[in-house]
């Protein structure tokens, strides 16, 4: 069974601060996908990268994908109060399979 | 266009009963897929429907089960329930089989089971 850890599980951090969140497997995905989940809903897609060392740009995001498409991290620049929500990563191997989930990272930006 | 629909969105059950829940997926979506999302374990997949076809089928017992209609809306029953059955239950529809396209999740259904 293909696991994701993410780390860490819990984040609370002060608007304005930047942070890191980390996805971390033993196996190799043919891509990797992010997704945020606020409350009450279900979580939105983010943003796909596909090849080892991949960086994407979100606005004030940044996702990387690992040089052995192994792990992953979501960089957030100078966050705000409506970045709060769970961040969830989730790994696709190649066919028909069903995508991995990371448990995700509960990120709380206080003002 | 409208976005994936899932009902009951709240519910509340005892042991041993049954549930049936609804998902209408985004017109024109012919993929459904269920997961079982709880603090401890995270989103699990159940399984995924395309075309009236069930394609892939999660680690869960026979009592959780589901089909999907010719009009692509889904439904997953859980019978004889647990108390750790107790979750969110998401859907989430794509255009093709789970391949390669992306999915669109619900907002859910919360089932507590008492």
């Known amino acids: 069974t293909q696991l994701l850890e993410q780390s860490p599980q819990f984040l609370s951090i002060q608007e304005g601060e930047n942070l890191t969140v980390y996805c971390n497997s033993s196996?190799?995905?043919?891509?990797l996908q992010w997704y945020r989940q606020e409350p009450g809903e279900g979580p939105v897609l983010l943003v796909t990268v596909v090849t080892g060392g991949e960086v994407k740009k979100l606005k004030r995001l940044t996702f990387q994908f690992g040089d052995a498409r192994k792990d992953s991290s979501l960089h957030i620049t100078a966050a705000q109060p409506g970045d709060t929500g769970l961040y969830l990563c989730a790994g696709k191997n190649s066919g028909n399979t069903p995508l991995v989930f990371g448990k995700g990272t509960r990120l709380s930006v206080i003002a | 266009k409208a976005g994936v629909t899932q009902t009951p969105r709240y519910l509340i059950k005892t042991r041993g009963q049954q549930v049936t829940l609804s998902c209408s997926p985004i017109s024109g979506h012919r993929s459904v897929s269920w997961y079982q999302q709880t603090p401890g374990q995270g989103l699990q997949f159940l399984f995924e429907?395309?075309?009236?076809?069930?394609?892939n089928k999660g680690n869960f017992p026979g009592r959780f089960s589901g089909r999907q209609f010719s009009n692509s809306r889904s439904e997953m029953n859980v019978s004889t329930l647990e108390l750790g059955d107790s979750a969110l239950y998401l859907c989430?529809?794509?255009?093709?089989?789970?391949?390669?396209?992306?999915?669109?999740f619900g907002e859910g259904s919360w089932l507590t089971v008492v």
């Open positions: 196996s190799v995905f043919s891509s």
């Open positions: 989430a529809s794509s255009l093709g089989h789970l391949g390669g396209n992306t999915i669109y």
């Open positions: 429907y395309f075309s009236e076809t069930q394609r």
